[in-house]
C-alpha cells in the first residue's frame, strides 16, 4: 500500500494518503495520525493493541480529540475511531516508531549501520515476524546486519554506537555482542601497516609528515587513503561510551589483538575524553566544554584505560609517541588523584621504555603540597627504578654476560644528566635527593661525565650555602677519569669545586697529557722507520730518472724537525704540571697543618700566580674549546 508524504505538525505526525486517518498512535509524547490495516498487517503487537481498544472505545477521548483538532487544523477533517499508547519502553523511541510506520506503508526506507539496530528491536518489540507477514522487519534487518554491517569493521562501530539508546533490547537479541565480536574479529586480522600507524600527536600518521617510516620508504600518495581511514575508525571508537569500549578492549584482548592496535586505541579515547593528555602544540581539535566528562568520569575512564595497558614494550615505530602519551596519562592521573595502584602500574609501564622519553617528558610537576621541589623528583626516582630493575632481569635471563655498553642504558644515562641538569636550579633540592639520583645508574651508563659534572656544577652555584662536606659529597659523584680534556680545564678553574675535587682533576689532567704523550712518542719513533723505506722507494725511482721523489722526501724531513719540537715542548709541559702538583701538596700539607682551610685560594693564588675564573660550566662551550687550542699554539 502506498503511502503519500507524511508530515510532522509540532507534536504531530500525519500520513497524508488522502484518507482520514482511524486511529493514533502515541510515542514519546508524538502523536502519529495513521490507519488500522497498514498496521495491522505487519504486526501482531499492534493488532493486538488495537483489537483491545475497538472492544473498549473510548468516545470522550474521542470527541475531545476531534475538537482540538479542529481548532488547530482548520484545514483537514479526521474521523479518528481509536487510540493506542505505546509504553515508554519502546525501543528507539518516536524516531524508530516514525521508521517503522514508513515501513509498514511500503514506503521505501534506508537501512544503514546506525538505525538497522533500533529497528531490529523495534521488529521484535512489535512482533514483526515472518510468520506473521512475509519479508517483515525482522528479517529484513537480520539480512542486512549479517551481510553488510558485521562485514565491515567501520559499521561494527557504528552499530555498537546506536545500540547505546536500546541496551536492553539488543543485549537480549544479542546485537552487542555480535558488534563486539565483529570488531575484535577484524581489528585481530588487521596490520597495522596498513593503517598508517604509528599514530601522532596531532591524530594523524606519521607517514603525512616524512617520507620515511621505520627506515622504510613510503609512498604518501597511495597511503593518504589507508591513513585517513584509520583515523576514521579510530575516531568512530572513541565515540562509543565507556561500557560499551571496556567490553570491546577486553574482548580485543581476549583474541590476542596485536598491541599497537590495542594501545593506540586507547591512546584515540583518552585523547577524546580526557583533556590535557597532550602539551600545548597539538593541532588536535580539542573537546568542547560542553562535552567534557565530570572529574570521576575522567578518573574512572583513565584508571580503565591505564588497566588494560599492553604490557610489552611498545616496537619502536610507536614508542616515542606512545611513551609521550604514558607521560601526559601520568600528569592526569596526578591531576585526578588516581588510585596508588593505577599510578604504580603507569610508571612500571613508562619505567619498560624509559630509553625513549625526552627530557621534557620528565619535567613533570609537583601536583602535592607534601613536595617542595617544582618538579616531582620522586616519581622520576621511581621510573628509574623500574627500568634498571627490569634491565636487570634481561641481563639474568641472558645466558651470556655481554661487556659491550647497552644503547638503551646509554641513552638513559644522557637523560637523567640532563634532568639533573634542569632541577639543579631548584634551591629547594636537597643534597641527598640530587646525590641519590645522580649514583642510582650504574657506570656502564655514562661514556664521559661531562653531563654529570655539568649538573654537580650548576647544584653548587644553585646552593652555595651548602657546608664543605655536602659539597665535597656531591662532587663525589663524579669520575675524573671519565672527564674530557675541555671538562678537566674547566674544573681546574672552577672555584666553586672542593679542594680535594680540583687536586683530583689536576691529577688525572696530568695522566691524560702523559697519555697522549707516549702514544705521540710512539708515532714518532715509527716514523724514521717508514722514512727509511719511504727513502729506499725513492732512491729506486731517482735511478730511473724521476727528480719528484725528492721534493717530497724534504718535505717529509721537515715535518718530523716540527713534529718533533711539537713533543718537545709538550714534554716540557708535563714537567711543569708535576712540578706544580707536587708544590700545591706541600701547600695543602702546610695548610691542614695550620688550621681551618678557608684561604686556600688565595694561597694557591700566591703561590702559582693563577686566578681562578668563576663561570657556569659547560664542557661542550666553544670558548674551552678556543681556550685549549691558544694554550697549545702559545706552548708550540
Not at 337 to 358: F, N, P, V, Y
Not at 419 to 432: F, M, Q, V
Request: with cysteine; net charge negative.
Amino acid at each position: 500500500m502506498a503511502a503519500g508524504k507524511p508530515t510532522s505538525k509540532g507534536q504531530a505526525w500525519f500520513c497524508t494518503t488522502g484518507l482520514p486517518s482511524d486511529i493514533v498512535i502515541e510515542v514519546d509524547e508524538m502523536s502519529f495520525h495513521l490507519h488500522k490495516f497498514p498496521l495491522m498487517s505487519k504486526s501482531r503487537k499492534l493488532h493486538q493493541l488495537i483489537t483491545e481498544q475497538e472492544n473498549k472505545p473510548t468516545m470522550a477521548w474521542k470527541q475531545e480529540k476531534e475538537t482540538e483538532i479542529e481548532e488547530e487544523e482548520g484545514e483537514e477533517e479526521e474521523e479518528v475511531t481509536c487510540h493506542v499508547s505505546i509504553p515508554e519502553d519502546f525501543p528507539g523511541g518516536s524516531e524508530t516508531f516514525e521508521m517503522v510506520a514508513k515501513f509498514c506503508y511500503g514506503v521505501k526506507m534506508e537501512l544503514s549501520s546506525s538505525n538497522v539496530a533500533p529497528l531490529r528491536c523495534a521488529g521484535e518489540y512489535l512482533e514483526m515476524t515472518e510468520e506473521f507477514a512475509e519479508d517483515n522487519l525482522i528479517s529484513k534487518t537480520e539480512r542486512f546486519l549479517s551481510q553488510s554491517v558485521f562485514k565491515s569493521l567501520k559499521d561494527s562501530i557504528r552499530a555498537l554506537k546506536s545500540c547505546e539508546n536500546v541496551v536492553a533490547s539488543a543485549e537480549s537479541l544479542g546485537i552487542i555482542r555480535r558488534c563486539i565480536d565483529s570488531i575484535a574479529l577484524r581489528a585481530s586480522s588487521a596490520d597495522p601497516a596498513l593503517f598508517g600507524w604509528p599514530v601522532t600527536e596531532g591524530g594523524g600518521s606519521s607517514a603525512s609528515n616524512q617520507n620515511l617510516w621505520n627506515g622504510i620508504e613510503t609512498n604518501l600518495r597511495r597511503k593518504n587513503g589507508r591513513t585517513s581511514e584509520s583515523q576514521s575508525w579510530f575516531e568512530d571508537l572513541s565515540q562509543l561510551n565507556l561500557p560499551f569500549f571496556k567490553r570491546l578492549i577486553v574482548e580485543m584482548k581476549s583474541r590476542d589483538v596485536s598491541g599497537e592496535i590495542v594501545e593506540s586505541c586507547l591512546m584515540f579515547y583518552a585523547k577524546k575524553h580526557i583533556p590535557g593528555i597532550w602539551r600545548s602544540g597539538s593541532s588536535r581539535k580539542q573537546s568542547s566544554p560542553s562535552t567534557i566528562p565530570s572529574e570521576s568520569e575522567q578518573r574512572e575512564l583513565l584508571e580503565t584505560v591505564i588497566a588494560n595497558l599492553p604490557l610489552q614494550k611498545s616496537s619502536s615505530a610507536t614508542s616515542t609517541t606512545s611513551t609521550r602519551f604514558l607521560f601526559g596519562l601520568l600528569r592526569a592521573a596526578n591531576i585526578l588523584k588516581a588510585s596508588e595502584s593505577c599510578r604504580s602500574a603507569l610508571e612500571m609501564k613508562i619505567g619498560s621504555q624509559l630509553d625513549q622519553a625526552t627530557l621534557d617528558d620528565l619535567l613533570i610537576p609537583s601536583y602535592s603540597y607534601l613536595n617542595e621541589t617544582l618538579y616531582d623528583v620522586n616519581c622520576v626516582e621511581r621510573i628509574l627504578g623500574y627500568f634498571l630493575d627490569g634491565r636487570q632481569s634481561e641481563e639474568n635471563r641472558e645466558t651470556t654476560t655481554s661487556t659491550s655498553r647497552s644503547p638503551p642504558l646509554m641513552l638513559v644515562g644522557k637523560l637523567i644528566d640532563g634532568y639533573l641538569s634542569e632541577i639543579a636550579s631548584d634551591a629547594n633540592l636537597k643534597p641527598e635527593k640530587f646525590y641519590n639520583l645522580a649514583i642510582s645508574l650504574p657506570d656502564q651508563a655514562r661514556l664521559f661525565d661531562d653531563g654529570l659534572y655539568r649538573a654537580v656544577d650548576i647544584y653548587l652555584k644553585a646552593h652555595s650555602w651548602i657546608p664543605e662536606a655536602e659539597r665535597e659529597k656531591i662532587c663525589g659523584v663524579l669520575d675524573c677519569q671519565k672527564l674530557t680534556l675541555e671538562a678537566c680545564t674547566h674544573a681546574a678553574q672552577n672555584e666553586r669545586l672542593p679542594l680535594r675535587a680540583v687536586v683530583q682533576v689536576l691529577f688525572f689532567e696530568q695522566l691524560q697529557l702523559r697519555h697522549a704523550i707516549a702514544g705521540t712518542l710512539l708515532s714518532a719513533e715509527g716514523a724514521p722507520q717508514e722514512a727509511g723505506r719511504a727513502s729506499g722507494i725513492r732512491q729506486e725511482e731517482e735511478t730511473e730518472g724521476e727528480g719528484s721523489g725528492s721534493a717530497t722526501w724534504r718535505v717529509a724531513v721537515r715535518e718530523n724537525q716540527v713534529l718533533r719540537l711539537d713533543m718537545d715542548s709538550m714534554r716540557t709541559r708535563v714537567h711543569q704540571l708535576e712540578r706544580e702538583c707536587s708544590t700545591m701538596k706541600k701547600v695543602i700539607e702546610n695548610i691542614d697543618k695550620k688550621g681551618p682551610a678557608g684561604g686556600w685560594k688565595g694561597s694557591l693564588t700566591r703561590k702559582f700566580g693563577c686566578k681562578f675564573k668563576t663561570q657556569v660550566c659547560d664542557s661542550h662551550e666553544q670558548t674551552v674549546v678556543d681556550a685549549r687550542k691558544a694554550r697549545q699554539h702559545h706552548h708550540r
